[in-house]
């Protein structure tokens, strides 16, 4: 995972710059979803990557039942 955006991140900055530049806000709001989409995915992307915690080792023993 890089630490600054992404291309599709900026794309979306780009488009939503533009919108609101020339006062279309489908391409606005175009660019927002794109960005939102993409953070979506990364998020999902990371959680994804985290390895899983393992539980704590206990010292207590399980008891079992006697054998007959």
């Known amino acids: 995972m890089g630490v600054g955006p992404t291309s599709e991140t900026l794309k979306g ?11 279309d806000g489908r391409v606005e709001a175009e660019g927002k979803s794109q960005q939102d989409f993409k953070s979506q995915q990364d998020l999902t992307t990371r959680h994804e ?9 206990s010292d207590v023993k399980t008891k079992t039942a006697p054998k007959s």
């Open 13 to 23: 900055s780009v488009k939503e710059a533009i919108g609101k530049l020339i006062g």
């Open 49 to 57: 990557a985290e390895p899983r915690q393992k539980p704590p080792n």
